[in-house]
Each structure stands twice: as C-alpha cells, then as structure tokens.
DNA sequence: AAGGGCCTCAACCGCGTGCCC
DNA sequence: CGGGCACGCGGTTGAGGCCCT
C-alpha cells in the first residue's frame, strides 16, 4: 500500500504552532468543523498538513481539554486503567475527561511509570535526588489541585499494585459511572464531556450507556487490589464487557 | 552567576485500520 | 476484491525550562 504524503509535502511547515496559526485553526474549526482534515488546511489558509493539525486541535486547542495539572485520583486511574488495558492511551483517555492520550501518555512516562518502578525497587525510601525532584516538580502539581490529598513517593508506594492498594484510591465502578470524581471539573452532574464540535457546549454533555450500568458489571477493584493480574484475562474481560453491554460503538465517542 | 544535566511536553513519525471506489 | 485515502493510535523526539552544583 502507498502511504499518502504527509508533511514532507514541500512548502508545509513544521514544529511548534505559532498563536496566529492556533487563531487561525480555532475560527475554522469553530466555524465549519472538521469534517476533512485533509482539506482543511488548505481551506483554513494553514500551511500545515492536515495531521498536524488534527493533532493540534485534539492535544490543545479542544474547548474541552482540561488543562492544568492531574490529580491525585486522575494518576491513580490511569495506573489502574494502565495495568487493565496496556498502552491502550486513547481508551484511557476516553475515562478522563478533559484528557488527551498524549497528555496521558506524557504523564505515564514522566511520572506514574517512575514512582510505580520506584515503589516496587525501593517501597521504602526513595533516593535523596528523586526525592528532591519529586518535591519539587511532581508534587506541586499534586497539591495544587488537592492539597489534602497529594501523595508523597513515600506515602505512594501504598498504591503499589503489586502488592495492594489503599481502598480510598481504588478504581471502583462509580468511578466509572462518572468518570472521575474530579473536584475542580464540572462533572458533578455524572456527564462526559463529547468531543464533538459540531453540537453546542448544551449537548457536549451525555450519560454513556455503558458506564451507567449496574455496578456489579465492573469488578475491578477486586482484581487490582490483591495481586498483579492477568492482562490477557483483563482483555478479554473487559472485551466481554463491552460486548456484552451493547456495542462498542456505545463508548463514549470522544 | 553560570554551566551542565535532567525533566517535561508539544509535536512528529510511522503503522494499523476502516471506508470508499 | 483489491487499491487508495483518510484518520486514529502509540512510540519517539527534541526544544525549552528547571534544578543542582
């Protein structure tokens, strides 16, 4: 198969978006949508390819991206979704409102990956220059949002999946059923946030079918609480689930 | 104060997949 | 049915900022 030509199409420019070009995306966008990456660049006067900017306007410029710093239970979610669904970013992503795979992924590497190694190699004490980086760095953007709540490397190593996990910071089925318990998020009345542009900001709110289950549909907590578990098993669990609950389709299309 | 190293994250790259002709 | 196209996803990169010495 020939790979369509992507930005090494000469004349299109790349690296960092400029404020001018963001403008210039988020008045396209909000005035015709995006039903053609592909054109629309060209049709939007960008002189960016059509994946640069669909990237662009998923990773940044959605007006529903949460920006700002993950919470405690935001990181404690992707650990536990990670440990189900593996490098599954866009899945994961899709249970974190206002979040992006990239943003995910990005905080999976730099932070959650680390203090889960972390904790398995030295459940105790972390090394003096980690200590001071997480601090320094990590933290901050914990307590920031949730001060009370912010977990220290040391107070984390509790959450060590592979060998039990603090109940407060399980990953229940009513975290499921709205998402995230969030406190600065708007969510409070159990409704995602759907990317799609072409509804108003009145209709880019909707109950997902599968999540409003019954609880008893989501046994997490159950399996990531004693042991590590079989991810293979968790596939397909979760793959049954799914199914069983209706189609797939019925995600939330975000 | 300056330089070096580390960390973060926006953006790019390449592959997989679904749809259409 | 197969090829081409468009899009989505996950992995990787590198510039800029931050921190330590």
Redesign the pocket.
Known sequence: ????P???KMGL?????TAEEDQTLVSYIQQFGH?????LPKQAGLL?C???C???WT??LRPDIKRGNFSTHEEETIIQLHEMLG?????IASRLPGRT???I???W???LKKRLIQNQNQPKRATK?RQ??EN???EP?VSQQSADNSVSPQQSSSSDFSSGVDDSLVLTTDDFDMGIKDEDADYSSGAFPRIDDNVSDADNYYMPEVLAEPKEEFPVAATSTTSVPNIDEDMEFWYSIFVGAGELTELPEL
Not at 87 to 91: A, E, I
């Open positions: 198969m020939v790979r369509a992507c930005c090494e420019k790349k690296g960092p978006w039903g053609n990456w592909r054109a960016r059509g994946k640069s669909r990237l662009r990773n940044y490098n599954r970013w866009s899945t795979d990239n943003e992924k990005n905080v590497h730099t932070h220059q001071v980086n320094t760095k990590v953007s």
